[in-house]
C-alpha cells in the first residue's frame, strides 16, 4: 500500500474527499477561464510524438457496441440505444418514397442517452460541493440549456495525442481478468509498466487506457450488472499518481473507471468528485481494448497515436467516441 493510500485510510468519505480534492486541484492552472483542464497537456509536440509512433497503419477501433441489447439497465434513465429505420429498402423497392427514375435509399434515427456506452465524461459532468472544474460555482456552467461553458464541444478538435495501454488484467487477472470489487493501486500501475517495458512508460500529455478485463468477461458471460454494479477498478489512492503524471485523460473497460464498491462505506464514486472537478481530468468509460491488447502482447508496443474526438454537442456534459489507436 502506497504512502498515498494510508493518507485516507481511516478517515471519513468527507475528510478523504475534500483532502485529496486540495491536494491535487488544477484550479487556475491554465487561468481562470479555462474550458480544457487536463487536455491542456496534449501540446503540438506531444501531437507530433504521437504521430511518430504510426509504423505498420493497424488501426484498432476501442468502441463497444451501441445497442439496444445492452449494457444500460435505466438507472437514472439511462437506457440502451433506440435505433430506428425512417426509410428502408421496403419502401425504395415499391416506389413509396416520391423520388423520380427509380432513386431509393434509407435513413435511420436513434435516440439515446449520451453514455450509454463508449464515452468521454465531459469536465460539466462532476461538481465537488457545489463547485464546477476550476471553481466555478454549478449553476452557472450546468443549467436546464446545457453546459454553458465547458460543454463537450470545447474538445471536440482536442483528443489526438499518444495513448498508452495498461493491461493490468494481464499482469494481475486471472486468463486476463480481474474479479470485481479488485482495487487497481498505484502499485498495481507501476507494476504493470514494468511488466509491459519501456513502451508503457507514462508522461505529460498522454491518454492511459486500462484494461482490467472485465468487458472481456461481460462479452463471454452476458452484461449481468455490468452497468453499476461491482466491478474491478481504480483505487482512490491513485489520485496522486493521476495528478503527478500530468496525463491528459484516463479510460477503462468498466462502467465507472473507478472500483465499485468503493472504498468507503456511503461514498458514491469519490475519484470522480477528485478528478473531474477538482483535477479537470477527463475520463472515459466503457472503452474495449482487447483486440488492441492482444496486439501489444505479440508485439510488445504498448504506446500508440490515440484519436478519441468527442461529438461536436453543444453544451453536452458527455459524448459517445470511437476511440481509434493506430500502431
Given at each position: 500500500?502506497?504512502?498515498?493510500?494510508?493518507t485516507?485510510?481511516?478517515a471519513s468519505?468527507?475528510?478523504a474527499?475534500?483532502?485529496?480534492?486540495?491536494?491535487?486541484?488544477?484550479?487556475?492552472?491554465?487561468?481562470?477561464?479555462?474550458?480544457?483542464?487536463?487536455?491542456n497537456?496534449?501540446?503540438?509536440?506531444?501531437?507530433?510524438?504521437?504521430a511518430?509512433?504510426?509504423?505498420?497503419g493497424?488501426?484498432f477501433?476501442?468502441?463497444?457496441?451501441?445497442?439496444?441489447?445492452g449494457?444500460?439497465?435505466?438507472?437514472?434513465?439511462?437506457?440502451?440505444?433506440?435505433?430506428?429505420?425512417?426509410?428502408?429498402?421496403v419502401?425504395?423497392e415499391?416506389?413509396?418514397?416520391?423520388?423520380?427514375?427509380?432513386?431509393?435509399?434509407?435513413?435511420?434515427?436513434i435516440?439515446?442517452?449520451?453514455?450509454?456506452s463508449?464515452?468521454?465524461?465531459?469536465?460539466?459532468?462532476i461538481?465537488?460541493?457545489?463547485?464546477?472544474?476550476?471553481?466555478?460555482?454549478?449553476?452557472s456552467?450546468?443549467?436546464?440549456?446545457?453546459?454553458?461553458?465547458?460543454?463537450?464541444?470545447?474538445?471536440?478538435?482536442?483528443?489526438?495525442?499518444?495513448?498508452v495501454?495498461?493491461?493490468?488484467?494481464?499482469?494481475?487477472?486471472?486468463?486476463?481478468e480481474?474479479?470485481?470489487?479488485?482495487?487497481?493501486?498505484?502499485?498495481?500501475?507501476?507494476?504493470?509498466?514494468?511488466?509491459?517495458?519501456?513502451?508503457?512508460q507514462?508522461g505529460?500529455?498522454d491518454?492511459?487506457i486500462?484494461?482490467t478485463?472485465?468487458?472481456?468477461?461481460?462479452?463471454?458471460?452476458?452484461?449481468?450488472?455490468?452497468?453499476?454494479?461491482?466491478?474491478?477498478?481504480?483505487?482512490?489512492?491513485t489520485?496522486g499518481?493521476?495528478?503527478?503524471?500530468?496525463?491528459?485523460?484516463?479510460?477503462?473497460?468498466?462502467w465507472g473507471?473507478?472500483?465499485?464498491p468503493?472504498?468507503?462505506e456511503?461514498?458514491f464514486q469519490?475519484?470522480?468528485?477528485?478528478a473531474?472537478?477538482?483535477?479537470?481530468?477527463?475520463?472515459?468509460?466503457?472503452?474495449?481494448p482487447?483486440?488492441?491488447?492482444?496486439?501489444?502482447?505479440?508485439?510488445?508496443?504498448?504506446?500508440?497515436?490515440?484519436?478519441?474526438?468527442?461529438?461536436?454537442?453543444?453544451?453536452?456534459?458527455?459524448?459517445?467516441?470511437?476511440?481509434?489507436a493506430?500502431?
Amino acid at each position: 500500500m502506497s504512502t498515498e493510500t494510508h493518507t485516507w485510510v481511516g478517515a471519513s468519505p468527507e475528510q478523504a474527499i475534500a483532502q485529496a480534492a486540495e491536494r491535487y486541484r488544477n484550479w487556475g492552472r491554465w487561468g481562470e477561464d479555462d474550458v480544457l483542464g487536463t487536455l491542456n497537456f496534449i501540446t503540438e509536440a506531444k501531437r507530433v510524438q504521437a504521430a511518430s509512433l504510426v509504423r505498420s497503419g493497424t488501426t484498432f477501433s476501442l468502441s463497444q457496441p451501441f445497442s439496444s441489447e445492452g449494457p444500460q439497465k435505466g438507472w437514472r434513465r439511462r437506457t440502451n440505444p433506440v435505433h430506428t429505420m425512417t426509410d428502408t429498402g421496403v419502401e425504395a423497392e415499391h416506389g413509396m418514397q416520391g423520388f423520380p427514375h427509380g432513386f431509393g435509399g434509407a435513413d435511420d434515427v436513434i435516440s439515446m442517452p449520451l453514455q450509454c456506452s463508449t464515452q468521454w465524461d465531459g469536465l460539466g459532468h462532476i461538481f465537488d460541493r457545489g463547485k464546477a472544474w476550476n471553481g466555478r460555482a454549478a449553476s452557472s456552467v450546468v443549467t436546464s440549456e446545457g453546459d454553458q461553458v465547458t460543454g463537450i464541444d470545447t474538445a471536440a478538435a482536442q483528443i489526438l495525442t499518444r495513448g498508452v495501454l495498461l493491461d493490468v488484467g494481464r499482469v494481475f487477472g486471472t486468463d486476463g481478468e480481474l474479479p470485481d470489487g479488485f482495487a487497481i493501486t498505484e502499485e498495481h500501475l507501476e507494476q504493470t509498466i514494468a511488466a509491459q517495458g519501456t513502451s508503457s512508460q507514462v508522461g505529460s500529455g498522454d491518454i492511459v487506457i486500462i484494461r482490467t478485463g472485465q468487458y472481456t468477461r461481460a462479452k463471454r458471460v452476458g452484461w449481468q450488472d455490468y452497468a453499476g454494479g461491482a466491478a474491478p477498478g481504480l483505487s482512490f489512492g491513485t489520485a496522486g499518481w493521476l495528478h503527478r503524471n500530468e496525463i491528459a485523460g484516463v479510460a477503462t473497460d468498466t462502467w465507472g473507471f473507478e472500483v465499485r464498491p468503493n472504498e468507503f462505506e456511503g461514498a458514491f464514486q469519490p475519484l470522480h468528485q477528485v478528478a473531474i472537478p477538482n483535477m479537470g481530468l477527463f475520463l472515459g468509460e466503457m472503452w474495449d481494448p482487447d483486440d488492441l491488447a492482444l496486439h501489444c502482447a505479440g508485439d510488445g508496443v504498448y504506446e500508440f497515436m490515440l484519436s478519441a474526438a468527442p461529438l461536436k454537442i453543444v453544451g453536452a456534459v458527455g459524448s459517445p467516441v470511437n476511440p481509434l489507436a493506430i500502431k
